[in-house]
C-alpha cells in the first residue's frame, strides 16, 4: 500500500540559516511526488515535483528537493531560510503506473523561522 | 491563489440546515476536486471531476453531494451535516486528473456545524 510520512511535526530554524523538511514514502513502483506549502487561512500551493529525471528539483520561493530512490525520501530544503517561510509543509505521493491513482498526502510540518 | 476561488470563506450551519460551497477555478484546467482538511489527519479527498464527469468517490457520506455543471464550477451541497464534519473544505484543479499534474488550490471554506 502507498504511504507517506513526515517524521516531524513541527521544525524550527533561525533565520538565514538552511532548513530541511523531511518525507519518505513507499510505493509499489515508481513515484510520483509533491511538496505544497499552507500558509496560515489559505489553501495549498504547490511548491515542485519529482516526475521523472534529475535527481534535484527546483521549485518556487528557491525550495528545492532531492529524490532518493535507495532512503525513499524526498527531503524538501532550502539553503537560507526567511521568517516568511513559516508554513505548513506537505508531501504528497502517487503510483506512476498502475490503476491507483490516488495521491496520498503526509500529516504535513509544521516550520517555524525565527528572526 | 485568484485561480481558484471557494465561496463563501466561512460558514455556520445548523444540523439541519441545507447550504452549498462553490468554487471556480479560471486556469482552463480538466479536472477538479473537492478535500476535506481537518485538525492531525491526513488531507481526504472526497470527489474528483473530469471534464464534468465524476471519476472518483472515496466512500463519503450522502450528506455531502457534490456537482458540476461545467469544467469551471464545482458545488458541494450540504445536507443534515454532523458536528463531525466541521472543518476546512478545499477545492482544487489540475490541467487533468492523471497522476503526473499538480494540483492548484482555493482557499477553502472553513464549516462549522453546530
Known amino acids: 500500500a502507498q504511504s507517506v510520512a513526515q517524521p516531524e511535526d513541527q521544525v524550527n530554524v533561525a533565520e538565514g540559516n538552511p532548513l530541511t523538511v523531511k518525507c519518505t514514502y513507499s510505493?509499489?513502483?515508481?513515484?510520483?511526488l509533491f511538496w505544497y506549502v499552507q500558509y496560515p487561512n489559505r489553501g495549498l500551493q504547490f511548491l515542485l515535483k519529482?516526475?521523472?529525471?534529475d535527481n534535484l528539483v527546483k521549485g518556487s520561493y528557491g525550495f528545492e528537493a532531492e529524490f532518493n530512490k535507495s532512503q525513499t525520501s524526498f527531503h524538501l530544503k532550502k539553503p537560507s531560510a526567511l521568517v516568511s517561510d513559516s508554513a505548513l509543509y506537505f508531501c504528497a505521493v502517487r503510483e506512476n503506473a498502475g490503476n491507483n491513482r490516488k495521491l496520498i498526502w503526509g500529516l504535513g510540518t509544521s516550520l517555524a523561522v525565527n528572526p | 491563489e485568484t485561480g481558484v476561488t471557494q465561496t463563501p470563506r466561512h460558514l455556520v450551519m445548523g444540523m439541519t440546515n441545507k447550504k452549498s460551497l462553490k468554487c471556480e477555478q479560471h486556469?482552463?484546467?480538466?479536472?477538479m476536486y473537492w478535500y476535506k482538511q481537518s485538525a492531525k489527519k491526513p488531507l481526504e479527498l472526497m470527489f474528483v471531476?473530469?471534464?464534468?464527469?465524476?471519476?472518483e468517490n472515496n466512500s463519503v457520506p450522502s450528506r455531502f453531494s457534490p456537482e458540476c455543471p461545467n469544467s469551471s464550477h464545482l458545488f458541494l451541497h450540504l445536507h443534515t451535516l454532523q458536528p463531525e464534519d466541521s472543518a476546512l473544505y478545499l477545492c482544487?484543479?489540475?490541467?487533468?486528473?492523471?497522476?503526473?499534474?499538480?494540483?492548484?488550490f482555493g482557499p477553502g471554506t472553513r464549516l462549522t456545524v453546530t
Open positions: 486556469l482552463g484546467h480538466n479536472a
Open positions: 471531476y473530469s471534464l464534468e464527469e465524476r471519476v
Open positions: 519529482y516526475i521523472t529525471g
Open positions: 482544487a484543479s489540475s490541467q487533468d486528473h492523471h497522476r503526473d499534474y499538480e494540483q492548484y
Open positions: 510505493v509499489s513502483g515508481n513515484p510520483y
